[in-house]
């Protein structure tokens, strides 16, 4: 494997070893919270304008097919973390707790000299609710799982915020989005001057409901609905921070050996227009590829010299093998089976072909990507399923089941066992204990007794009273 990888890297660099005795990058994961595939200027959207993403798409690798690890929020952040699928971890849906059992990247890269960090929402500690923040006692928060730093709410937040840095509680002004870049700065400019490595983990609250964009950033939406203008003034408000932080990183002089990785955690909404997943099929909560195809984009100007758009199949689950790769990060330190693969052999490279397929597992529905093939199981109960060629049905209305027989017979007896091996990973056969130890149930954070002494004052705030009366 070793071999090959190295084979593989000589498509861009002249050896193994040249990036082995490269300085260590800095890794920047900036995630959006359900932008939907189409929702970018790159892809002609016909009302929002995104020129720093595709001033990004332009300098780096745009992918055209990058999956969510899940069609929600949750599993998918646990795929990042983990480079494991979701249900391996624990995290079945929006909301569960990443379990402590997990290896993260955050942990991998402080053992390899990294300073790390968390900004924004975090959806991994077993609550639900609109964004609160993180208790310092909360035994699942960002600082358990490898981060020193971090400025984190439960969940989805906006505007004025208020979030919990390292657990002391601060009350912030401005959008999500420009609150966690200006953070991220600050983390980043202390590295800096210690000339530490760092890893940042920017995860906004935005597009996510409730909606709720400044009038400036929603004015070139005067003509749609009340939801869509505020949705697509978030993204507005997203991509205008985008530009400032890119451009505070080349003022200091770090990015050119900056890894920014920039995705969404799932597919687009229902409800909102223009539409958000650029014709194809599904929104957010299904595994039909509006459901998890969403926007990516790679950039590194010290390795990724010219624009690169590929249709290679990627997903979150390759975050972690590709930034173990580059760091050189101990096979030890990740916990096995891994679902995703090292994209280090595509960078400046004509790739389109994926060796390994994508497997996707969410409740009662799965899938399985092997280049232009997607497997759906439409109910993994009754073991219902369905098979698409993207290439020639983007939109998923030609079941070919049927008419590919074999194909179809091979294909969904690869997913049902490798859906054992899942199996296993949930009952904690992956672990050193061979068992799981104890998890908390999801729940609502207005019930939990660790947020009743706050509740007086959270029931002032508009982004809670709702949610804190309805549970009274």
């Given at each position: 494997?070793?071999?090959?990888?190295?084979?593989?890297?000589?498509?861009?660099?002249?050896?193994?070893?040249?990036?082995?005795?490269?300085?260590?990058?800095?890794?920047?994961?900036?995630?959006?919270?359900?932008?939907?595939?189409?929702?970018?200027?790159?892809?002609?959207?016909?009302?929002?304008?995104?020129?720093?993403?595709?001033?990004?798409?332009?300098?780096?690798?745009?992918?055209?097919?990058?999956?969510?690890?899940?069609p929600?929020?949750?599993?998918?952040?646990?795929?990042?973390?983990?480079?494991r699928?979701?249900?391996?971890?624990?995290?079945?849906?929006?909301?569960?707790?990443?379990?402590?059992?997990?290896?993260?990247?955050?942990?991998?890269?402080?053992?390899?000299?990294?300073?790390?960090?968390?900004?924004?929402?975090?959806?991994l500690?077993?609550?639900?609710?609109?964004?609160?923040?993180?208790?310092?006692?909360?035994?699942?928060?960002?600082?358990?799982?490898?981060?020193?730093?971090?400025?984190?709410?439960?969940?989805?937040?906006?505007?004025?915020?208020?979030?919990?840095?390292?657990?002391?509680?601060?009350?912030?002004?401005?959008?999500?989005?420009?609150?966690?870049?200006d953070?991220?700065?600050?983390?980043?400019?202390r590295?800096?001057?210690?000339?530490?490595?760092?890893?940042?983990?920017?995860?906004?609250?935005?597009?996510?409901?409730?909606?709720?964009?400044?009038?400036?950033?929603?004015?070139?939406?005067?003509?749609?609905?009340?939801?869509?203008?505020?949705?697509?003034?978030?993204?507005?408000?997203?991509?205008?921070?985008?530009?400032?932080?890119?451009?505070?990183?080349?003022?200091?002089?770090?990015?050119?050996?900056?890894?920014?990785?920039?995705?969404?955690?799932?597919?687009?909404?229902?409800?909102?227009?223009?539409?958000t997943?650029?014709?194809?099929?599904?929104?957010?909560?299904?595994?039909?590829?509006?459901g998890?195809?969403?926007?990516?984009?790679?950039?590194?100007?010290?390795?990724?010299k010219?624009?690169?758009?590929?249709?290679?199949?990627?997903?979150?689950?390759?975050?972690?093998?590709?930034?173990?790769?580059?760091?050189?990060?101990?096979?030890?330190?990740?916990?096995?089976?891994?679902?995703?693969?090292?994209?280090?052999?595509?960078?400046?490279?004509?790739?389109?072909?994926?060796?390994?397929?994508?497997?996707?597992?969410?409740?009662?529905?799965?899938?399985l990507?092997?280049?232009?093939?997607k497997?759906?199981?439409?109910?993994?109960?009754?073991?219902?399923?369905?098979?698409?060629?993207?290439?020639?049905?983007?939109?998923?209305?030609?079941?070919?089941?049927?008419?590919?027989?074999?194909?179809?017979?091979?294909?969904?007896?690869?997913?049902?066992?490798?859906?054992?091996?899942?199996?296993s990973?949930?009952?904690?056969?992956?672990?050193?204990?061979?068992?799981?130890?104890?998890?908390?149930?999801?729940?609502?954070?207005?019930?939990?007794?660790?947020?009743k002494?706050?509740?007086?004052?959270?029931?002032?705030?508009?982004?809670?009273?709702?949610?804190?009366?309805?549970?009274?």
């Amino acid at each position: 494997m070793r071999l090959f990888i190295c084979i593989c890297l000589g498509l861009f660099i002249n050896s193994c070893s040249k990036i082995e005795n490269l300085e260590k990058p800095n890794i920047i994961l900036i995630m959006t919270d359900d932008q939907g595939w189409g929702q970018t200027g790159y892809y002609n959207h016909p009302a929002l304008k995104t020129p720093n993403l595709d001033e990004m798409a332009r300098n780096g690798i745009r992918f055209d097919r990058f999956y969510a690890g899940a069609p929600v929020c949750s599993p998918t952040r646990a795929s990042v973390l983990t480079g494991r699928v979701n249900d391996r971890t624990g995290v079945f849906d929006h909301g569960y707790a990443l379990r402590t059992q997990e290896k993260t990247i955050a942990q991998a890269l402080k053992k390899v000299g990294y300073s790390t960090g968390h900004f924004g929402k975090w959806h991994l500690n077993g609550l639900r609710g609109p964004g609160a923040p993180i208790l310092k006692d909360d035994t699942y928060s960002p600082g358990k799982f490898g981060f020193d730093y971090w400025l984190s709410t439960t969940n989805f937040f906006d505007i004025n915020p208020l979030m919990s840095k390292n657990g002391e509680f601060v009350d912030l002004k401005g959008t999500s989005s420009k609150v966690i870049f200006d953070e991220a700065l600050r983390f980043i400019e202390r590295n800096k001057e210690t000339k530490s490595p760092f890893f940042a983990v920017i995860w906004d609250g935005s597009p996510h409901d409730p909606w709720l964009a400044n009038d400036n950033d929603k004015k070139s939406f005067q003509n749609l609905d009340q939801k869509s203008q505020n949705h697509y003034g978030e993204l507005v408000a997203f991509d205008n921070n985008l530009g400032i932080f890119r451009k505070k990183l080349r003022e200091m002089n770090v990015s050119n050996n900056t890894i920014i990785w920039f995705c969404s955690d799932n597919g687009g909404l229902k409800n909102i227009y223009p539409e958000t997943v650029g014709g194809l099929k599904g929104f957010k909560g299904s595994i039909w590829e509006g459901g998890i195809r969403v926007p990516a984009i790679i950039e590194w100007p010290l390795m990724i010299k010219k624009k690169q758009t590929t249709a290679y199949p990627a997903s979150t689950m390759d975050i972690f093998p590709t930034i173990a790769d580059i760091a050189q990060i101990d096979k030890t330190d990740m916990i096995q089976p891994i679902d995703g693969i090292s994209l280090l052999p595509i960078i400046n490279s004509n790739f389109e072909k994926r060796e390994i397929k994508i497997p996707f597992r969410f409740k009662d529905k799965g899938a399985l990507i092997d280049n232009n093939l997607k497997l759906i199981a439409t109910s993994l109960i009754n073991e219902e399923f369905e098979l698409y060629d993207l290439e020639n049905d983007p939109k998923e209305s030609n079941n070919l089941a049927n008419t590919k027989p074999e194909l179809f017979k091979n294909m969904k007896s690869e997913y049902l066992e490798w859906s054992l091996s899942v199996d296993s990973s949930v009952l904690g056969r992956d672990y050193p204990e061979n068992t799981l130890l104890d998890q908390p149930e999801r729940h609502f954070w207005m019930i939990d007794d660790r947020y009743k002494p706050y509740l007086d004052e959270f029931i002032k705030r508009p982004e809670y009273e709702k949610r804190i009366k309805r549970m009274k």
